[in-house]
């Protein structure tokens, strides 16, 4: 009897204890699924304002890129009408044929003189009535809206800039540009990666287009509007108030059934906006892929609670700060997928990289753990980027982060390419570090791209010098740095009698002579100089840290005899030469606008003496 009632008894315990425990594990399940559908909701909420935000971003850089696009245009224009200042002639077959190579080079549909008489002579020959030049008044640059168009229907954006003589405005120069190859243009130096953008104009025709679905150039970007389900707090007349007040704003709409977040800015020329449009499908991606590892851990919480509940409670605190590290480790490599990974296990002491063979193959560079010692092979880094790169990967060893560090690196075709490297350092719960992950990118493509458009906004392109703002920006970036005692020295030159060559033998023989001058100009300076030219036959050679007087002299005696050079056109002959001066820092100042002044003036008085010569700034 006492037997049986102690079973009874224990059967009881058991039960009571088995209930106890399917609470615990209810209340466990209960709190896990509250926990993560908080943090689930908290994150969706996260991806969309971070989707707002990237757009936000991704509108303000495309915008910055085609202001830069249309500033190069009027850049472009500008350096024409300084060398058009000097032309009696526009209707020679020289200039014609320079206009139609120009037009060529950078896309221009056509480039016409417009005249005070509303006539204007194109490259290819069309007279076009000009009613807006008195319309200017005094305005710099223009740049008309989407209303015009060339023969063939073909809507286009022109520019102008006005074309000055003695200080006085005698012409408009301009170029027309078709919005189709504008658009290609664009697109090809602006981010577009998942995303839509258009370029609008305040009467809703479009500059330039990458259309999402429910857009397109033949219909009225206000009337496209009509067409799309708006979703709460957005509607068609808030887009269209924003446009009219000149100012930048977001939308959400939905159109097939899909729903869409749009962001749009004003440009900053003429009444321009600029509209870029994301799906949402983007933000699930990452919101759902979110969720399914979230359900997994929630799931694998669950059953090590069921399964070894004893165990979690004594190795709860080591296995916690595992699993964050791994979490964290996680979410670095999945918000930096595409770019190849590179893992440096402090307590192993090994680096591992992310299909960096498929990627670079074996010539890139090798790091070996052989301890104590580290051996790092630099095969495939460039030769001067290799200390740059050896205090890099000890830095990241040491345990310090490492950001946007640009370096180049061998690859299959044997070509250097440029590639960023940036890397995190994660730390476990005693700060120690735990592991570094690296992402390596290759930028190549967008580094040549800001080096053309860096060449082309700061070299002259006929003779390859600097011209006159960047000539400016390096000498007073160097006299800024420069210490007391060092002596450097400015050079004006100009060259006498180059008007005689343009006139005898025309003005592409007159480029060819200044090719040759200034390739003989290079051939007399030293690398480390800068070389300049300021329009025309002006040129300005900064030489800095000289040591001494007798070698600035030495250069300019060389330098007026090498520009002595005689040219001939059958019985005519044209003899150029330079007229030199020289000003020194700093006895002669130390900013370049003194030293400028009196070198001009120094080569002015050579000029008015005899010309060939040189002569020191007094």
């Known amino acids: 009897m006492m037997r049986y009632r102690q079973n009874k008894k224990n059967k009881f315990y058991i039960s009571q204890t088995s209930k106890i425990n399917i609470i615990i594990i209810a209340i466990i399940f209960i709190l896990t699924f509250l926990i993560t559908t908080r943090f689930i909701l908290k994150e969706r909420k996260t991806q969309v304002i971070a989707a707002e935000n990237y757009l936000v971003e991704i509108t303000d850089h495309n915008t910055a890129m085609v202001r830069t696009i249309f500033e190069n245009y009027v850049n472009i224009l500008r350096a024409l009408t300084v060398y058009l200042e000097y032309i009696d002639d526009f209707n020679s077959p020289e200039i014609l044929g320079y206009f139609e190579k120009t037009a060529e080079t950078f896309g221009f549909e056509r480039i016409s003189i417009d005249f005070p008489n509303e006539n204007a002579q194109a490259t290819d020959g069309v007279m076009l009535g000009i009613a807006d030049y008195k319309k200017l008044n005094g305005v710099q640059i223009s740049i008309t809206n989407t209303t015009d168009k060339v023969d063939d229907g073909t809507p286009i954006v022109r520019i102008k800039v006005p074309l000055y003589r003695n200080g006085l405005p005698i012409a408009v120069l301009s170029c027309s540009i078709k919005t189709y190859y504008l658009s290609d243009v664009v697109k090809a130096h602006i981010i577009n990666n998942d995303e839509y953008f258009s370029i609008i104009d305040g009467n809703g025709r479009y500059v330039v287009s990458h259309f999402a679905e429910g857009f397109a150039s033949n219909l009225n970007f206000f009337d496209s509007l009509d067409t799309l389900i708006y979703s709460k707090g957005f509607s068609k007349e808030l887009i269209e108030k924003a446009f009219a007040d000149y100012k930048r704003g977001h939308t959400e709409y939905a159109l097939n059934g899909e729903i869409r977040y749009g962001y749009y800015a004003p440009v900053g020329i003429n009444d321009w906006f600029i509209l870029t449009v994301i799906p949402k499908y983007i933000v699930d991606?990452?919101?759902?892929?979110?969720?399914?590892?979230?359900?997994?851990?929630?799931?694998?919480?669950?059953?090590?609670?069921?399964?070894?509940?004893?165990?979690?409670?004594?190795?709860?605190?080591?296995?916690?700060?595992?699993?964050?590290?791994?979490?964290?480790?996680?979410?670095?490599?999945?918000?930096?997928?595409?770019?190849?990974?590179?893992?440096?296990?402090?307590v192993e002491r090994e680096m591992y990289f992310?299909?960096?063979?498929?990627?670079?193959?074996?010539?890139?560079?090798?790091?070996?753990?052989?301890?104590?010692?580290?051996?790092?092979?630099?095969?495939?880094?460039?030769?001067?980027?290799?200390?740059?790169?050896?205090?890099?990967?000890?830095?990241?060893?040491?345990?310090?982060?490492?950001?946007?560090?640009?370096?180049?690196?061998?690859?299959?075709?044997?070509?250097?390419?440029?590639?960023?490297?940036?890397?995190?350092?994660?730390?476990?719960?005693?700060?120690?570090?735990?592991?570094?992950?690296?992402?390596?990118?290759?930028?190549?493509?967008?580094?040549?791209?800001?080096?053309?458009?860096?060449?082309?906004?700061?070299?002259?392109?006929?003779?390859?010098?600097?011209?006159?703002?960047?000539?400016?920006?390096?000498?007073?970036?160097?006299?800024?740095?420069?210490?007391?005692?060092?002596?450097?020295?400015?050079?004006?030159?100009?060259?006498?009698?180059?008007?005689?060559?343009?006139?005898?033998?025309?003005?592409?023989?007159?480029?060819?002579?200044?090719?040759?001058?200034?390739?003989?100009?290079?051939?007399?300076?030293?690398?480390?100089?800068?070389?300049?030219?300021?329009?025309?036959d002006e040129f300005a050679i900064?030489?800095?840290?000289?040591?001494?007087?007798?070698?600035?002299?030495?250069?300019?005696?060389?330098?007026?005899?090498?520009?002595?050079?005689?040219?001939?056109?059958?019985?005519?002959?044209?003899?150029?030469?330079a007229s030199v001066g020289i000003a020194i820092s700093p006895t002669d100042g130390n900013t370049y606008k003194e030293l400028y002044k009196k070198a001009d003036e120094a080569s002015y008085k050579v000029k008015t003496s005899g010309k060939k010569a040189y002569s020191f700034a007094i």
């Open 354 to 536: 992310s299909n960096f063979k498929n990627t670079y193959g074996e010539k890139a560079f090798a790091i070996k753990s052989d301890l104590p010692k580290i051996v790092i092979n630099f095969d495939g880094v460039h030769p001067d980027d290799c200390e740059m790169f050896e205090k890099m990967l000890y830095s990241i060893i040491a345990g310090q982060s490492i950001e946007n560090k640009r370096f180049r690196l061998l690859s299959d075709d044997e070509s250097y390419q440029y590639h960023l490297l940036s890397s995190v350092v994660v730390c476990d719960s005693k700060g120690k570090p735990y592991k570094s992950i690296g992402f390596l990118e290759n930028i190549d493509t967008q580094v040549r791209k800001e080096e053309v458009l860096r060449l082309k906004a700061n070299i002259d392109q006929l003779t390859g010098f600097y011209n006159k703002s960047a000539t400016e920006a390096n000498i007073s970036e160097i006299l800024a740095s420069s210490e007391n005692k060092t002596i450097h020295a400015l050079l004006c030159i100009d060259l006498d009698n180059f008007k005689s060559i343009n006139d005898e033998f025309g003005h592409l023989y007159g480029d060819n002579v200044l090719k040759e001058l200034a390739t003989e100009i290079k051939i007399l300076f030293r690398k480390s100089d800068i070389l300049g030219r300021f329009g025309g």
């Open 285 to 346: 991606t990452n919101v759902n892929r979110f969720i399914a590892s979230s359900l997994v851990l929630s799931l694998q919480i669950a059953l090590m609670f069921f399964c070894i509940a004893l165990l979690i409670y004594f190795n709860q605190k080591r296995m916690r700060a595992i699993t964050e590290l791994n979490e964290r480790c996680f979410r670095i490599l999945a918000e930096n997928t595409g770019k190849t990974v590179l893992e440096w296990n402090y």
């Open 542 to 577: 900064f030489v800095p840290d000289i040591p001494s007087i007798e070698f600035i002299k030495k250069k300019a005696s060389d330098l007026v005899k090498c520009l002595n050079k005689t040219y001939y056109n059958g019985d005519n002959a044209v003899t150029v030469s």
